[in-house]
């Protein structure tokens, strides 16, 4: 299986200001249809997950554009250009190319 | 508006068996690929396995953890999605979630295994 991981794993941030998170995989994600499929998802606390990103940069529906991503191969970066209160909660990058898909461990974003 | 409303849930033995559903709305199920993910208390997510659409032949993966005891099945005609989860062990014991392979999830349906 690969394996995600993501750094940090607790991210203290201040109102206002950005917020970077990375996450790389154990081989590469490009999948032999030329795809790479990798995803980000928030979960605010208490809630379900809910997708931000897929295939490395497409933003989801309703996806504030102040969320973005980035990357390619094995390194993969999320960047929050201005933190709210609301994105507080736990994100978690995803590799959908090969199965079984795999999840990183999570990285907690708090607000300082 | 996509609806995902899992179901089934509960407190079981070790050793026994639960099926859970899905209920879907809001977009066209039979061509969608659908998916179980899961997540322990406290824990991270963890994807469980998934369906394709029958049009691309309807097969079935799963994460090592849980295969040969789960099994994922859906019924187009009636837009559900399953998971038939056999021999369950603690370790089992999560939140379920119903997922349009990855973009759509519902709320969860809580599992939970002691003896």
Redesign the interface.
Known sequence: ?IVMTQTPLSSPVTLGQPASISCRSSQSLVHSNGNTYL?W?Q?RPGQ????LI?KISDR?SGVPDRFSGSGAGTDFTLKISRVEPEDVG?Y?C?Q?TQ????????TKLEIK | EVQLVESGGGLVKPGESLRLSCAASGFTFRNSWM?W?RQAPGK????V??ITSNSDGGTT????AVKGRFTISRDDSKDTLSLQMDSLKIEDTAMY?CTT????????TLVTVSS
């Open positions: 299986d995803s998802l979960q379900p997950p809910r997708l897929h989801f736990t978690y995803m959908a199965h079984p898909y795999t999840f990183g461990q999570g | 998916g993910a991270g997510l963890e994807w396995g998934h993966d799963y994460a090592s979630y392979d990855r973009y759509n999830w519902g709320q969860g």
